[in-house]
């Protein structure tokens, strides 16, 4: 499945206060299932998403980590985009709704939410493979304008 991803209001000012470096922090990407309800706002670390995170054969709690993440600009589009590899949970059994990407201090208090996607519906596995293939314009972007 493509998908595009939403930020969370306060991963920015995480970012210019040096909590979250894209580039040399764990970054993950953990499900949800559908219980969760999004909030951009109040929601601001892995602690306040971890109680609606997937559980199943194949789903380790906390997530993945992203694979060969980067950071891009492009000047005459004025667009940053922060990509990685897509994500496979292979031979799971798993229903999720979202996914959520953060990064991991190892204290889900302490692990910033970056961005959620929203699959729009269940999606499920019975023994096969959950990819998030992540939307060819990166897993987030930023204008600037």
Do not use: C
Not at 60 to 87: P, S
Request: no cysteine; glycine share 8%; proline share 2%.
């Amino acid at each position: 499945m493509a998908v595009t991803a939403y930020w969370y209001g306060n991963a920015m000012v995480k970012v210019f206060n040096k909590e979250i470096d894209w580039d040399t922090d764990t970054i993950k990407v953990a499900l949800l299932t559908s219980s969760y309800t999004p909030d951009q706002d109040a929601h601001d670390y892995f602690d306040d998403v971890s109680a609606n995170e997937v559980s199943g054969t194949g789903y380790t709690a906390g997530g993945e980590t992203l694979a060969n993440k980067t950071i891009t600009y492009t000047g005459a589009t004025n667009v940053m985009k922060l990509d990685a590899d897509d994500v496979t949970w292979s031979s799971s059994t798993i229903t999720a709704r979202y996914a959520v990407v953060y990064e991991d201090t190892g204290t889900p208090s302490t692990s910033p939410l970056l961005l959620y996607v929203d699959f729009g519906q269940d999606f499920s596995t019975s023994g096969g493979n959950f990819t998030i293939t992540w939307n060819a314009s990166g897993i987030a972007t930023i204008t600037v304008s």
